[in-house]
């Protein structure tokens, strides 16, 4: 089963990842590489993604005439998506398992960061509407 462990940040701003004291911003990507090579390792990971920052995002719609209009950024969201795993395991608990895991990476003084892991099962050409197909 394949599920996307969809890391969100608490914040309106652009990251602040990059302003953190080199020893814990290191301690964080060093705990990434980590864990991204576990997955690796395991035959677990399908995918990994980091996002540009929610300063940057666009919601961006069709005009009547089809052109894109884009809206944003957007001060009434409370998180962002900064990125995202694609693992195939074998249950749901697995998933949680792992999503738990990369919730607790070191932020500032090493403290974990417990960070929002939104955890979806990615439908496959089977679990689809045949409408959609």
Sequence with gaps: MKYVLMMHVPTREPYKLMSWPPKDLQAHLAFLNSFNQK???????????????????????????????????FPEAKEFL???WMVDVGSPERAYELAA???????????PLNMAIEVRQ??????????LL
């Design 82 to 84: 900064a990125g995202f």
């Design 101 to 111: 895991q990369a919730s607790a990476a070191p932020g500032l003084g090493g403290e």
């Design 39 to 73: 997955l690796r390792e395991s035959g677990e990971l399908v995918g990994i993604e980091a996002l540009t920052g929610p300063d940057q995002a666009r919601l961006v719609r069709a005009g009547k005439d089809g052109r894109p209009i884009t809206d944003g950024v």
């Design 122 to 131: 990615v439908m496959s050409g089977s679990e689809l509407p045949k409408e």
